[in-house]
């Protein structure tokens, strides 16, 4: 019986509907069964046999973005997110709407590299159509190399530590110039970094599709691999990789990577900067968008403020706070709440006037590139790069 909808906390909600107040679906919906205490009333509907699956029901369940605004906020500590990846994995056969997402989502984890040999053939015909459907930004293109296409250790003359980069499929494939900034970075603090070959996809979007299984076996690949590493730290430019092998691969195997963390409070509490770099002048004013896994997921808000202050930038906050609509696969299957969202906080950032928008996720830079194309998005890392390393790259 081991991960369905645990019914003991389940039944610890009282109906107090805080959760549901931090919902974006709910927000964007006004519909019980759209937020978080309703998806939660359906589940234990559903346990106790008092309701069957039907595709209504299961879009209710397959609709939540999976962000964790609602994480902690329940005054008896229901554990709302981890009750609805086991609801998904419980409803996957009777979900036939997202059957060949699954296909593609197994096929693609299976053979990473070939699935982008086969995206760059196809690149020049395929992405207009993607552009067109609001998949991916309209200038999107991919690199020619992943940045990990085997295993590396960046050594240092000097060595100050030693840490692990754990890439993510996101930034590897998508954004592989993001790991060579962060390499760049740690290199010139004087960490040895370890780059192990055999990394596989944290298992994120498996499990948001209810593949628990599939999801399991990518935990158990990766914690051969990272668990035995003697490091620091392990490092990554994805927080929902981070959510992912910290806090999540202990619920389903029993064990994560505990020294697993965030690229900006790793360096923020390490990286001197005697006084601003030129950079800063091009972008002295950005705007931030906070990623749902790292504010909520990793309770992390104020370091990478921080860490943009520190390199000589200022912040200027948007006025709407919240999900950018990305949710990983969520853009693909609930095109009309996630782009509403999206919407509100591309909105939002080009009104603050500010000469670029920053985040520290390469989900949320690529759903905001789709509908911001007035001013850059960054990640985090760029910046970093280009005031610690005098780097041109922005
Ligand atoms: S994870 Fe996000 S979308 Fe899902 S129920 Fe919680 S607040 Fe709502
Ligand atoms: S906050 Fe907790 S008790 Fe209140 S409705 Fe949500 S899950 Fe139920």
Do not use: W
């Not at 559903?46 to 209504?56: A, F, S």
């Not at 010139?188 to 994120?204: F, H, N, Q, R, S």
């Not at 399991?216 to 929902?240: D, H, Q, W």
């Amino acid at each position: 019986m081991k991960n369905l909808p645990d019914i003991k906390d389940l039944e610890k909600c009282v109906r107090c509907g805080s959760c549901k107040a931090y919902c974006p679906t709910y927000d964007e919906d006004n519909t019980e069964a759209m937020g978080a205490r309703g998806r939660l009333a359906l589940l234990r509907g559903l346990l106790l046999q008092e309701l069957k699956p039907t595709p209504l029901l299961n879009e209710k369940i397959f609709s939540c973005i999976l962000c964790e605004a609602c994480s902690g906020v329940c005054p008896n500590g229901v554990d709302i997110t981890e009750n609805i990846y086991r609801g998904r994995n419980m409803l996957k056969q009777s979900d036939k709407k997202r059957r060949y997402l699954r296909l593609l989502a197994k096929f693609f984890i299976r053979n990473p590299d070939l699935s982008c040999k086969m995206l760059q053939m196809s690149q020049y015909v395929l992405f207009p159509y993607l552009s067109k459907k609001g998949i991916i930004p309209s200038n999107f293109k991919l690199s020619k190399y992943p940045f990990k296409e085997r295993a590396q250790v960046y050594k240092v003359a000097k060595k100050r530590g030693r840490v692990a980069v754990f890439t993510g499929c996101a930034a590897n494939f998508l954004y592989p110039h993001l790991g060579l900034s962060l390499i760049n970075i740690l290199l010139k603090l004087g960490y040895e970094v370890i780059a192990p070959g055999g990394e596989v996809c944290c298992g994120m979007p498996l499990r948001a599709l209810g593949l628990e299984e599939e999801a399991r076996e990518l935990a158990k690949r990766n914690m051969r691999i990272f668990g035995k590493l003697k490091v620091e730290a392990v490092l990554s430019l994805c927080p929902t990789c981070v959510t992912m092998i910290k806090k999540q691969y202990p619920k389903i195997i029993n064990s994560g990577i505990s020294n697993a963390v965030d690229v900006s409070s790793f360096l923020l509490e390490r990286l001197d900067l005697a006084q601003p770099s030129l950079f800063s002048r091009k972008y002295a004013t950005v705007t931030y968008h906070d990623p749902c896994h790292l504010i909520y997921g990793l309770g992390i808000k104020d370091e990478p403020r921080k860490m943009l202050k520190k390199i000589g930038v200022n912040v200027v906050e948007k006025k709407e706070k919240g999900c950018c609509g990305s949710g990983g696969l969520f853009s693909l299957t609930n095109k009309d709440i996630s782009g509403r969202l999206l919407k509100r906080q591309a909105e939002s950032c080009l009104k603050t006037g500010a000469a670029a928008v920053v985040t520290a996720c390469p989900g949320c830079m690529m759903q905001l590139s789709k509908a911001i194309t007035k001013m850059p998005v960054f990640h985090i890392i760029e910046l970093i790069e280009a005031a610690y390393c005098d780097s041109d790259g922005v």
